[in-house]
């Protein structure tokens, strides 16, 4: 017991070091955590690595999940969620097929079935690149595209890689696997929905911080263990809670609560990821000795590996070309468009009502509620079209989005969930995935940067557009403010330092009191009307992000001051 909490506690110091280490050195810390960890195999009094694949699919990947859907830019994934949905099934499962049939060829007795979960295994790409490409020049779009895709794709191809091993261990049918795929997503997405609704509920009644962040840590397992027990995917009921609630927290939770949730899921994420290149290279000394023994050898194995690899970059290119001109097309389809939407904005609302009565069956009236949500759908349209012209995808942003679409953590976690006994030479598909992850961490995450500096042209300084935005935004926050109103009794209100020094003390606590609460309701409502403006898509996603996070820090000091809160 104690030679595992000190190889626990040696773990987490390995983990943080790598993450210090590793740009300093011009290396990914995931590489630096496999490194770590194939040396520290061969030391004798540490234990071997040997970890039910159970625990690696029940237990790290919903939380890792979970937490990413969170923290997801709710506008820019309902934008790009065309791109983003075609990134995370179409292009996993064409990969996953592809490569299946590659791998059945060139390994001996595998069959298609486990080809078809070896190819899924190192389908999904991984969020390591996302990071990368954030200190180059590319655009907000990619990065959008790119975090949306992570996150999803992870889903697809664990639901694929398990309906893959249920075909593998009994006789396969081609429609019965589409069956059992749809069934488990569906069921998923809809457990999900519950729990991330019912989280929110629970969670909004609960005025302790640290009581509430505990809630949010099992909120992951609430949403993935009874979908799994019912045969549904955990790990799509974990991202949809995810997105659920990270919709929805700034409505419902306090900014306390939501920066606690924040720090707290962050140290989680980093350490899990990190837990999982460790013994990723912790396992890998042992695996190699199995394909050794068990195997043509290592250099076979190594090839089968660089040919997959080579594989998913053709293979996402092909999908990425079209995908671009898909794009352009919608694009300039919605500039056409944005004449005749502009009229319908500024168009009186007897002219709206009278236009939408032509256009309904048997020309019924149009309610105020249905003028609301047409007037909403307008400016959403509008911002849409605003945003896919200010930022079109050309070929520098599909090269981005193909190089960038490295394998990592989810790949050797999902290879440690081949079950043993049953899966046809396990430690060589083991062993492929490991190599497919680290050469995709090392070629693509070690040139990607260099990559995208070259190719990506001179921008202009990004300040002078967030400044505008800022600006747009605070006439936003004034309109809000001024919709509260103030307080017009004749009570004190001390304007200098003479009148303040005058004031009794006992009525100047109680005007601190009242200012604070009408200070307090301003916010909620600036919150809400930059919300709003969020679910519209009117602004930048991140200078919106920033503004909120300034609201919220500034409530957490005002509540911190205390006195009454209303």
């Known amino acids: 017991m104690t030679e595992l909490l000190v190889v626990g506690v040696i773990a987490l110091l390995v983990i943080a070091a790598a993450a210090v280490l590793g740009p300093r050195i011009g290396i990914a810390a995931p590489l630096v955590l496999v490194a770590v960890g194939i040396v520290a195999s061969l030391v004798p009094w540490i234990p071997n690595a040997e970890i039910d694949p159970e625990w690696i699919l029940a237990g790290v990947l919903p939380p890792l999940l979970y937490s990413s859907a969170v923290s997801m830019p709710t506008m820019n994934f309902r934008r790009e969620f065309g791109a983003i949905s075609g990134l995370s099934v179409v292009l996993v499962v064409a990969s996953s097929l592809v ?191 199995d394909v050794q023994s068990d195997h043509a050898g290592i250099g076979p194995a190594l090839l089968i590996a660089v040919g997959a690899l080579v ?134 995450g070690g040139t990607i940067g260099p990559l995208l500096r070259r190719i990506s042209p001179p921008t202009a300084d990004a300040s002078s557009g967030d400044a505008e935005e800022r600006g747009r935004l605070m006439a936003v926050m004034r309109t809000a403010a001024e919709s509260v109103r103030a307080d017009d009794s004749n009570e004190l209100t001390p304007r200098t330092r003479e009148e303040l020094e005058a004031t009794d003390p006992a009525e100047l606590r109680a005007w601190f009191g009242r200012e604070k609460v009408r200070r307090l309701q301003v916010l909620d409502a600036q919150r809400s009307a930059l919300l709003d403006a969020r679910d519209d898509g009117v602004f930048d996603a991140e200078v919106l992000e920033s503004v909120l996070r300034n609201l919220d820090a500034e409530q957490i000091a005002l509540e911190l001051r205390g006195g009454p809160t209303g």
């Open 99 to 289: 490569l299946g049939l590659f791998f059945a060829w060139v390994i001996p007795g595998l069959g298609l079935a486990w080809g078809i979960a070896l190819g899924a295994i190192v389908s999904p790409t991984d969020a390591v690149a996302t990071s990368i490409v954030k200190q180059t020049s590319v655009s907000r779009r990619v990065i959008a595209i790119l975090d949306g895709e992570s996150l999803l794709n992870d889903a697809t191809a664990l639901v694929l890689l398990r309906t893959a091993i249920v075909a593998g261990a009994a006789s396969f049918s081609f429609w019965g696997a589409v069956g059992d795929f749809a069934f488990a997503v569906a069921v998923a997405v809809a457990i999900g929905l519950v729990v991330g609704w019912l989280n929110l509920r629970v969670r909004s009644r609960i005025t302790n911080p640290t009581v509430n962040t505990a809630l949010s840590f099992a909120v992951p397992f609430v949403a993935s263990i009874p979908a799994e027990h019912v045969g549904a995917s955990g790990l799509v009921a974990a991202v949809v809670a995810g997105l659920v609630t990270g919709i929805r927290a700034p409505r419902v939770l306090p900014p306390n609560h939501r920066l606690s949730d924040a720090q707290n899921w962050g140290t989680v994420e980093f350490v899990l990821e990190g837990a999982v290149f460790l013994v990723m290279g912790l396992e890998l000394a042992s695996i190699v000795s």
């Open 311 to 444: 594989l998913t970059i053709l293979v996402r290119t092909a999908y990425v070309v079209p995908l671009l001109f898909g794009l352009s097309k919608s694009a300039r389809r919605g500039a056409r468009m944005q004449e005749r939407l502009q009229g319908f904005q500024n168009a009186d609302t007897q002219s709206t009502t009278q236009a939408l009565t032509d256009h309904r069956f048997g020309n019924r009236a149009p309610s105020e509620r249905d003028l609301e949500r047409f007037g909403t759908r307008v400016r959403r349209m509008l911002a849409d079209i605003q945003y896919f012209t200010k930022a079109p995808m050309g070929w520098r942003e599909g090269t981005a989005v193909v190089w960038a679409g490295m394998r990592g953590a989810v790949t050797v976690a999902a290879a440690q969930t081949l079950p043993h006994g049953t899966t046809p030479q396990r430690s060589l598909l083991v062993f492929i995935a490991f190599a497919v992850a680290g050469f995709s961490l090392l070629i693509q």
